[in-house]
């Protein structure tokens, strides 16, 4: 993430991809199952981040541990207060 952060920032988790390849190493550290939807906690640079991913196949399902890249649309970020 090249984007410069001055304030706390807001992501919504469904904007967060994970991928073998990406911007941004991160560890899965848990998952549920939520019907259609997996919600992943992942850690990246020290960070704890919320991460949703369509639940599709059983591709889409990553074991704790794991280790992934994020990549995230800057213009996702919102900052605020």
Known sequence: ???PIS????IRPEAIELS???ELDAQIRSHSLL???I???VEAR???LVVDVLNRSAADLHPDGQR???SIDPTAL????
């Open 7 to 10: 304030k706390r920032i807001a």
């Open 39 to 41: 919600r992943y906690r």
């Open 46 to 48: 020290g960070v704890e």
């Open 78 to 81: 919102c900052e605020v207060a």
């Open 35 to 37: 019907g259609n939807v």
């Open 68 to 70: 992934l890249a994020l």
């Open 1 to 3: 993430m090249q984007r």
């Open 20 to 22: 073998l390849n990406g």
